[in-house]
């Protein structure tokens, strides 16, 4: 459990985090990315790109 | 043997693959591209002593450059930097499926919105502008009438990056309500789904609904001929049924598989995992 940096609720992480994944913050829907696992650090995730896809 | 992933986003697709390269004992090294300086002949620290690189960005510009850069530092890396070029790019992919004789929607490219709307009509109603560069099914326009193909091309040689001024135009494929992805590792099939939608859009990201679907012979024959035509690799097909055949309408090359591997009958992680060890062995051996 963090805090969301957009809202300030508590944030659920699942066990098997990992530094560049996103998590969304249930309470407000903002798109978090994590930047630290230990201790864990998150920070408004990137806008879409036009260029982003596979 | 070490193993670097090229991100910048680690989406589900990367967590399937971090996890199946941890498990098998592998040193994996996450390369967030946004952080890295790549010289003209120095490898970024990171990807130095890689056996094998994967390109996992999200980002269609990185892509193509970063593989480029990771070639040059004589680095095995999946895809390779002429795939990803190919692939990256709605007409170079449209080009070179044609050339290998590949069934592939009729499609022409016009650079003036007066050459585009010749087009257009030329087609007739519907038919379908899309990006050179993008995916999800984003910024594709199903045309309907000429007023609707007047306004989305003034619409986009205005606002529109350069790129936009590329008018892609594509035949409108009468597909079964679905689309089919194919996985492939150099040509060899994974795993298929069927995407389905009541929208002309069938893309997973779009929402379809997806579920397992068999490679049937002239699928994998198509398969084995579009992943050639791009140069090979790690790649999702897309087809479309038109009625007793098949149309492919793209190859792409950082290829999403979370939700083939939801209703896939094999381990697709797995599989995929298998085949980047073979590739890292090879490329082990080539330098021996």
């Given at each position: 459990?963090?805090?969301?940096?957009?809202?300030?609720?508590?944030?659920?992480?699942?066990?098997?985090?990992?530094?560049?994944?996103?998590?969304?913050?249930?309470?407000?829907?903002?798109?978090?990315?994590?930047?630290?696992?230990?201790?864990?650090?998150?920070?408004?995730?990137?806008?879409?790109?036009?260029?982003?896809?596979? | 043997?070490?193993?670097?992933?090229?991100?910048s986003r680690i989406r589900r697709d990367e967590k399937l693959l971090l996890s199946e390269l941890r498990e098998r004992g592998h040193d994996v090294v996450k390369i967030d591209v946004r952080k890295q300086r790549f010289g003209?002949?120095?490898?970024?620290?990171?990807?130095?002593?890689?056996?094998?690189?994967?390109?996992?960005?999200?980002?269609?510009?990185?892509?193509?450059?970063?593989?480029?850069?990771?070639?040059?530092?004589?680095?095995?890396?999946?895809?390779?930097?002429?795939?990803?070029?190919?692939?990256?790019?709605?007409?170079?992919?449209?080009?070179?499926?044609?050339?290998?004789?590949?069934?592939?929607?009729?499609?022409?490219?016009?650079?003036?919105?007066?050459?585009?709307?010749?087009?257009?009509?030329?087609?007739?109603?519907?038919?379908?502008?899309?990006?050179?560069?993008?995916?999800?099914?984003?910024?594709?326009?199903?045309?309907?009438?000429?007023?609707?193909?007047?306004?989305?091309?003034?619409?986009?040689?205005?606002?529109?990056?350069?790129?936009?001024?590329?008018?892609?135009?594509?035949?409108?494929?009468?597909?079964?309500?679905?689309?089919?992805?194919?996985?492939?590792?150099?040509?060899?099939?994974?795993?298929?789904?069927?995407?389905?939608?009541?929208?002309?859009?069938?893309n997973a990201a779009k929402g379809a609904e997806t579920e397992h679907t068999e490679v049937d012979d002239e699928m994998r024959d198509l398969v084995a001929r579009a992943s050639e035509s791009v140069g090979g690799g790690l790649?999702?097909?897309?087809?479309?049924?038109?009625?007793?055949?098949?149309?492919?309408?793209?190859?792409?090359?950082?290829?999403?598989?979370?939700?083939?591997?939801?209703?896939?009958?094999?381990?697709?992680?797995?599989?995929?995992?298998?085949?980047?060890?073979?590739?890292?062995?090879?490329?082990?051996?080539?330098?021996?």
């Amino acid at each position: 459990m963090t805090e969301c940096i957009e809202c300030g609720a508590d944030v659920t992480l699942h066990d098997d985090l990992e530094v560049g994944e996103i998590v969304d913050c249930a309470t407000c829907g903002a798109e978090l990315e994590v930047l630290g696992t230990d201790p864990v650090e998150l920070d408004t995730a990137p806008e879409l790109e036009e260029d982003w896809g596979e | 043997m070490r193993i670097g992933m090229l991100y910048s986003r680690i989406r589900r697709d990367e967590k399937l693959l971090l996890s199946e390269l941890r498990e098998r004992g592998h040193d994996v090294v996450k390369i967030d591209v946004r952080k890295q300086r790549f010289g003209l002949t120095e490898p970024p620290a990171d990807i130095e002593g890689c056996d094998l690189v994967i390109d996992r960005c999200l980002a269609t510009s990185r892509s193509r450059y970063v593989t480029r850069f990771v070639e040059q530092y004589d680095v095995p890396v999946v895809n390779d930097p002429e795939t990803a070029a190919v692939c990256a790019d709605k007409a170079h992919n449209s080009l070179v499926l044609a050339d290998a004789g590949i069934p592939t929607p009729n499609t022409e490219v016009a650079f003036t919105k007066e050459a585009a709307m010749e087009i257009i009509e030329s087609f007739g109603y519907p038919c379908v502008i899309k990006p050179v560069v993008g995916s999800w099914g984003r910024l594709m326009a199903k045309i309907d009438t000429r007023s609707a193909a007047e306004a989305i091309l003034e619409h986009k040689e205005t606002l529109g990056h350069y790129e936009h001024k590329v008018f892609y135009i594509q035949e409108f494929v009468e597909k079964p309500g679905r689309d089919i992805r194919v996985l492939a590792t150099d040509g060899e099939p994974v795993a298929a789904m069927a995407r389905s939608s009541d929208h002309w859009l069938t893309n997973a990201a779009k929402g379809a609904e997806t579920e397992h679907t068999e490679v049937d012979d002239e699928m994998r024959d198509l398969v084995a001929r579009a992943s050639e035509s791009v140069g090979g690799g790690l790649l999702g097909v897309d087809l479309m049924e038109t009625g007793d055949a098949y149309t492919v309408h793209e190859v792409n090359h950082t290829v999403e598989f979370k939700a083939l591997n939801e209703v896939a009958e094999t381990d697709v992680p797995a599989t995929v995992v298998d085949w980047l060890e073979a590739r890292a062995e090879a490329g082990m051996e080539a330098t021996v």
